[in-house]
């Protein structure tokens, strides 16, 4: 994910997930990363297990745990 600037932020969930904001007229996000950003922001606050189990619910827990700190370090 790119650095966000400060400002309100818009979330597009469309076929080509972005984000906006009054500094930046489109930043593109990854799927995962759309997906991440709206549990968020509908959710609020989560535990990185639950995150991680949405997110990747194929892997084993420590491989979603993983995965989940990879892309959140990108």
């Known amino acids: 994910m ?3 600037p400060p400002g309100p932020l818009v979330l597009h969930l469309d076929a ?3 984000w906006t ?6 930043v593109a996000l990854s799927r ?5 950003l709206a ?3 509908h959710g ?3 535990p990185r297990e639950r995150l991680a189990r949405w ?3 194929e892997a084993t827990p420590a ?3 993983l995965n989940l700190r990879q892309r959140l370090h990108q």
């Open 16 to 18: 080509q997930p972005r």
């Open 63 to 65: 491989g979603a745990l």
């Open 2 to 4: 790119s650095a966000v």
């Open 32 to 36: 995962k990363d759309a997906a991440l």
């Open 39 to 41: 549990l968020l922001a």
């Open 21 to 26: 904001s009054a500094e930046a007229a489109g």
């Open 44 to 46: 609020g606050p989560q």
């Open 55 to 57: 997110l990747w619910p």
